[in-house]
């Protein structure tokens, strides 16, 4: 009988090992993410930093300095975002409209068409980029802000249609009917009821085309240079020709606008944004 | 004075559903209720009114106008649904200023509507609320209220207490009743609740697969069912296969039980279940199980196996096909 009866001690202690191995998981996976991430910080702000010492010689200033005293670097900046907003604004003016009309309108090849989106997502971007490269030398758009614009967009035209898509499905009919039957048009109910409502999704979207532009580099390193840099171009260079520490410093200053875009808009991002988003129905 | 006239009108889906030639008048005034189960028809009806629906054919006509080529915006009717009827995004009070905004109403006067409004439908106080933050029996009343102030010319109401706890739905049933009796609106009201029908109605239209299949007041639906499909929907009904392909149709509160033999006919009590304020005895005959509503102290002078006669008060009789 006794060895049926399990005593508190022993749930206490089983317990108790469960949660020790708990959370030695979670500090290995917080050391897989974070600690590149923290070994970065660390880097950015070393003046010196030489083998064998495990934390550097020296802290400071210097590697940024020296980064922005780099010509190219504030104009890699501003391109970076020029790249990132117009293709951002540009895909939204597109893609909202079509999105709302996948969501809802019924009509043959629908589904084709949010596949299609996603087949330029499927093949290794390498070999994409090749075949636009020789298509834009063609037409004269090779080293053209257009040609750059148009690579970009590439990416942020399939996150405007599908995370959109998904919010305005999401939307009940009968929100906008209750507006017609107010006496507000198409239009108007898409702006005052629909809109609105999808907002969380669509603003989740906006972020994600924003960040996805901001780390372009492949296609931008194709087609952009030498007339167009952005951060993440000069970033190649920087990692090739300088020592580690200043490629550190780049990396921060391109995670600085990730991170306050991602906290501007932490209200908006959850699993159910998301999962709303690529539901193919 | 007919407000709404709907005639020869069909709405065909491409499944082949919908309704076909309906035909329909509502005086000004008046409340009619579309019933029937789900499919009948009768959603697609009140969304062809509305203008959500186009239709195949007829015409539908308020205060003598024809509507159905105008869009739901230039309609004069208004419409609650089921749920999801308040914009979310928007207070309470915006919900309500939304359409009277679009009507160019002075920014004072729409004010002045909006808190009557809102002391009409018993929510004053609530106007700096987000729907989220209500409970659906609110909603519902703002969803009224918002309807309301377009002031429409017939009202349309989509299942609007459904979705709420049976209590709440009463009682919201006796103020709407109120308030459209006190503001004399043409209300056209749809559910598939018949009890909710025979309460709030006017007139009920009764409708199966499309068809109307019997209209008139609440006591001619309840006490003269012109088809045997009437008689099974609304309220409880005893049917007796008779000779000749006939069946009888008693209700059970027409059943008057009393001990022996020689009534319209003998039978055994087979249950007796206390429901509350009557009690339900059923009675095993040759002609099947009926049901009866009898008094507490009849069903202390019965016993299970006794043997019973029926005679039958109030009954129909249906000819089965």
């Known amino acids: 009988m006794s060895q049926t009866v399990v005593r508190p001690p022993q749930i206490r202690r089983a317990l108790g090992k469960k949660r020790a191995g708990g959370l030695a998981i979670l500090f290995a996976?917080?050391?897989?993410?974070?600690?590149?991430?923290?070994?970065?910080?660390?880097?950015?702000?070393?003046?010196?930093?030489?083998?064998?010492?495990?934390?550097?010689?020296?802290?400071?200033?210097?590697?940024?300095?020296?980064?922005?005293?780099?010509?190219?670097?504030?104009?890699?900046?501003?391109?970076?975002?020029?790249?990132?907003?117009?293709?951002?604004?540009?895909?939204?003016?597109?893609?909202?409209?079509?999105?709302?009309?996948?969501?809802?309108?019924?009509?043959?090849?629908?589904?084709?068409?949010?596949?299609?989106?996603?087949?330029?997502?499927?093949?290794?971007?390498?070999?994409?980029?090749?075949?636009?490269?020789?298509?834009?030398?063609?037409?004269?758009?090779?080293?053209?802000?257009?040609?750059?614009?148009?690579?970009?967009?590439?990416?942020?035209?399939?996150?405007?249609?599908?995370?959109?898509?998904?919010?305005?499905?999401?939307?009940?009919?009968?929100?906008?009917?209750?507006?017609?039957?107010?006496?507000?048009?198409?239009?108007?109910?898409?702006?005052?009821?629909?809109?609105?409502?999808?907002?969380?999704?669509?603003?989740?979207?906006?972020?994600?085309?924003?960040?996805?532009?901001?780390?372009?580099?492949?296609?931008?390193?194709?087609?952009?240079?030498?007339?167009?840099?952005t951060m993440m171009t000069e970033m190649y260079g920087v990692i090739l020709d300088f020592p580690a520490t200043a490629g550190a410093v780049f990396a921060l200053l391109l995670i600085i606008p990730n991170f306050v875009l991602l906290l501007l808009m932490r209200k908006y991002i959850g699993a159910e944004t998301m999962a709303k988003g690529f539901k193919m129905s | 004075m007919s407000m709404l006239e709907i005639i020869n009108m069909t709405k065909l889906y491409k499944t082949g559903d919908g309704v076909k030639d309906i035909n329909l008048t509502i005086r000004e005034g008046e409340l009619v209720t579309l019933l029937g189960p789900s499919g009948c028809g009768k959603t697609t009806i009140l969304r062809t009114i509305g203008g959500f629906l186009n239709v195949d054919g007829g015409d539908i006509r308020i205060a003598g106008q024809s509507i159905i080529h105008l869009p739901?915006?230039?309609?004069?009717?208004?419409?609650?649904?089921?749920?999801?009827?308040?914009?979310?995004?928007?207070?309470?009070?915006?919900?309500?200023?939304?359409?009277?905004?679009?009507?160019?109403?002075?920014?004072?006067?729409?004010?002045?509507?909006?808190?009557?409004?809102?002391?009409?439908?018993?929510?004053?106080?609530?106007?700096?609320?987000?729907?989220?933050?209500?409970?659906?029996?609110?909603?519902?009343?703002?969803a009224i209220a918002r309807a309301l102030l377009l002031e429409p010319q017939v009202l349309l109401l989509d299942e609007p207490f459904s979705a709420l706890d049976a209590k709440i739905r009463q009682q919201m049933r006796e103020e709407l009743r109120k308030i459209q009796t006190d503001l004399n609106i043409t209300v056209a009201f749809v559910t598939h609740d018949q009890e909710e029908a025979m309460a709030l109605s006017d007139r009920v239209v009764v409708m199966n697969k499309g068809n109307i299949e019997q209209e008139g007041s609440p006591q001619d639906i309840y006490h003269r069912p012109q088809s045997r499909y009437v008689a099974d929907f609304i309220?409880?009904?005893?049917?007796?296969?008779?000779?000749?392909?006939?069946?009888?149709?008693?209700?059970?509160?027409?059943?008057?039980?009393?001990?022996?033999?020689?009534?319209?006919?003998?039978?055994?009590?087979?249950?007796?279940?206390?429901?509350?304020?009557?009690?339900?005895?059923?009675?095993?005959?040759?002609?099947?199980?009926?049901?009866?509503?009898?008094?507490?102290?009849?069903?202390?002078?019965?016993?299970?196996?006794?043997?019973?006669?029926?005679?039958f008060g109030r009954k129909q009789e249906y000819t089965t096909p």
């Open chain 1, 29 to 229: 996976f917080m050391l897989f993410f974070y600690g590149p991430l923290l070994y970065m910080f660390i880097l950015a702000f070393a003046n010196s930093y030489n083998f064998p010492a495990i934390m550097p010689n020296e802290f400071g200033f210097m590697w940024w300095d020296y980064v922005f005293k780099q010509p190219n670097t504030l104009v890699s900046i501003t391109n970076s975002f020029l790249f990132a907003v117009c293709s951002t604004a540009l895909s939204f003016v597109i893609c909202i409209p079509a999105a709302y009309a996948l969501a809802r309108f019924q009509f043959t090849g629908r589904k084709l068409v949010m596949f299609l989106f996603l087949l330029g997502n499927a093949f290794p971007k390498i070999g994409m980029y090749t075949s636009m490269g020789i298509i834009f030398y063609k037409v004269g758009l090779m080293g053209t802000f257009m040609g750059v614009l148009l690579i970009h967009m590439l990416g942020t035209m399939m996150q405007m249609i599908w995370l959109p898509a998904g919010a305005f499905r999401s939307v009940p009919r009968h929100l906008e009917e209750a507006a017609r039957d107010a006496g507000a048009g198409p239009l108007r109910t898409f702006f005052k009821v629909t809109l609105p409502v999808a907002w969380p999704g669509i603003a989740v979207a906006l972020l994600y085309a924003f960040i996805g532009s901001l780390g372009e580099s492949v296609g931008t390193l194709f087609v952009g240079l030498p007339q167009w840099r």
């Open chain 2, 72 to 142: 739901p915006e230039k309609r004069p009717t208004s419409m609650v649904f089921q749920a999801y009827n308040l914009w979310p995004h928007m207070r309470v009070f915006d919900n309500l200023e939304f359409g009277l905004k679009l009507r160019k109403i002075p920014r004072a006067e729409r004010a002045r509507r909006i808190s009557e409004m809102m002391a009409l439908v018993k929510m004053s106080g609530m106007e700096k609320k987000y729907p989220g933050q209500m409970s659906g029996g609110q909603q519902q009343r703002i």
């Open chain 2, 235 to 311: 309220g409880e009904m005893n049917f007796l296969q008779m000779p000749d392909k006939k069946v009888l149709a008693v209700r059970p509160e027409h059943v008057e039980v009393s001990p022996g033999s020689g009534g319209d006919l003998d039978g055994y009590v087979r249950t007796i279940m206390m429901l509350g304020h009557y009690i339900e005895m059923t009675v095993d005959t040759d002609h099947g199980i009926v049901k009866a509503f009898i008094s507490d102290e009849q069903a202390q002078s019965f016993g299970r196996g006794d043997a019973v006669t029926l005679r």
